[in-house]
């Protein structure tokens, strides 16, 4: 296996740095989001990310872990104590996440258009959102209404409320017709 390597990327929001691997994180477009230990049960890399002082949540996709930080912390010292905990979790052989555990994403879709929206969000939509550190979850869609969680880096950014109108929402539009507006859970 050839070395780890983690690069570290800024999102739109300050208060979430991406950290790049290398390596498979999370199996297909899976994601997986842990503000607390507790929830965290089924990942050890979470918790262990989780129990560095000042981290405030972890979220896990295909290729990188997006860290948000508690307010009062700087991202100096906390940036570096985030890498070495990925790289000495990874280097000891511990897993990502437990094999039994089998994220409910994405949502069982009940109509074709519900499986059309899908398909723009997983195609289009979620490669510039996972670029930015985050993802998007499709929740549901009523009346021309599109349900989403904006997940990771997103979640709480400055600029997500202009992401959510100009980006997802004017994207769904194009490819799907159907749809009016998309609102945020």
């Known amino acids: 296996m050839s070395s780890l390597r983690i690069e570290i990327e800024e999102t739109p929001n300050p208060e979430t740095l991406k950290f790049l691997l290398n390596i ?3 199996k297909g477009m899976g994601a997986a ?3 607390d230990f507790e929830e965290a049960k089924n990942s050890p890399m979470a918790q262990h990310i989780l129990h ?5 949540s972890v979220f896990l996709a295909s290729n990188f872990i997006s860290v948000t930080k508690k307010e009062e912390f700087e991202w100096d010292m ?3 104590n985030i890498q070495a905990a990925i790289m ?3 280097s000891a052989g511990y897993p990502i996440m437990i094999e039994e555990y089998v994220a409910d994403y994405p949502n069982g879709l009940k109509t074709e258009l519900e499986k059309q929206i899908s398909d723009v969000i997983d195609l289009k939509i979620r490669p510039a959102v996972q670029a930015d550190g985050g993802d998007i ?3 549901g869609f009523e009346d021309g209404v599109v349900f989403v969680r ?3 880096a997103c979640s709480g950014c400055p600029q997500s409320l202009f992401t959510l109108k100009a980006g997802i929402e004017r994207t769904l539009k194009h490819f799907v017709p159907e749809v009016v507006s998309v609102e945020q859970v």
């Open 24 to 26: 498979q994180v999370l």
């Open 33 to 35: 989001s842990f503000s």
């Open 52 to 56: 560095i002082d000042g981290v405030k």
């Open 78 to 80: 906390l940036s570096t």
């Open 88 to 90: 000495d979790h990874i």
């Open 137 to 139: 979850e499709m929740c």
């Open 150 to 152: 904006m997940q990771g």
